[in-house]
């Protein structure tokens, strides 16, 4: 736990009378990449929600950095630094490259309202400022040369890069990816699962991972836990992982025994 940057204890969430999550205990290690696996439906996305902020739990608590976060809106986990991509694109489509990843600066980067409405001179340095990190970050995911393109003009595998330069652009201290290989070719999610490393190695950040592509996963992963029907089957490297035969059941079917 003194490795932990996050940690769930008994983290539970109940929808009407389905148990979604039960007593769900969850550590992602500082400095790791850790991935949440399991079927569809197993409540992996319900535990990222849980973490970020969107979903209340129904009992259980949350700690990030070891502060207690159980009650703390998602705005405030984002200003503490935790910071989330989604499954479905969340992209300003009618923006351009550049501002959109510029969003991600505004969060932690701000003047007075009065400073930008009569561009003062704090504000233009500002706005240089917020200019140069967005660059840096689509600089980092190769994205540069399509900083004045229109976000809607991009293929789809670099409307998934542009999502993450602008997460990388809120400086993150704990990176939430919910299947970032989503609909990307083969050739993109290997280039995604070095951009992730790249990212760990480079930002010293934590990442959190809900991923379906095993080789991803089991390629880039320090820890995974595997959750099937809301509770934990398995936790370890993804060398114990895969040998563990409720895994295997889970994922392939098997006798009761």
């Not at 330069?165 to 989503?182: C, H, K, M, S």
């Not at 959750?227 to 089957?233: P, R, S």
Request: glycine fraction near 8%; include cysteine; charge should be negative.
């Amino acid at each position: 736990m003194d490795r932990a940057v996050l940690a769930t204890k008994g983290v539970s969430v109940r929808f009407g009378g389905v148990h979604a999550l039960a007593e769900v205990e969850f550590m992602a290690g500082r400095g790791d990449i850790t991935a949440i696996i399991g079927p569809n439906g197993a409540g992996k996305t319900t535990l990222l929600n849980v973490i970020s902020g969107m979903v209340p739990p129904s009992a259980g608590s949350i700690s990030f950095e070891g502060r207690d976060i159980t009650a703390a809106p998602a705005h405030e986990r984002a200003r503490a630094g935790m910071v989330r991509t989604f499954q479905n694109l969340e992209i300003f489509s009618n923006m351009t490259v550049l501002e959109n990843v510029a969003m991600g600066c505004h969060g932690r980067m701000s003047v007075p309202v009065w400073h930008s409405m009569l561009r003062t001179p704090r504000a233009r340095r500002l706005e240089e400022e917020i200019r140069e990190e967005a660059l840096e970050a689509l600089k980092f995911v190769g994205m540069a040369e399509y900083a004045d393109a229109t976000a809607k003009d991009l293929a789809f595998g670099r409307q998934r890069l542009l999502e993450l330069a602008r997460a990388l652009a809120a400086r993150p201290r704990l990176l939430l990816l919910d299947e970032p290989a989503a609909g990307l070719n083969i050739a993109e999610t290997q280039a995604l699962a070095d951009l992730i490393v790249r990212i760990r190695d480079t930002y010293g950040l934590s990442v959190i991972l809900v991923e379906h592509d095993m080789e991803l996963v089991m390629g880039i992963s320090d820890a995974i836990m595997v959750l099937c029907f809301g509770q934990t089957i398995s936790r370890g490297t993804p060398a114990q992982v895969q040998q563990d035969p409720r895994v295997i059941a889970a994922y392939l079917g098997g006798d009761d025994e």
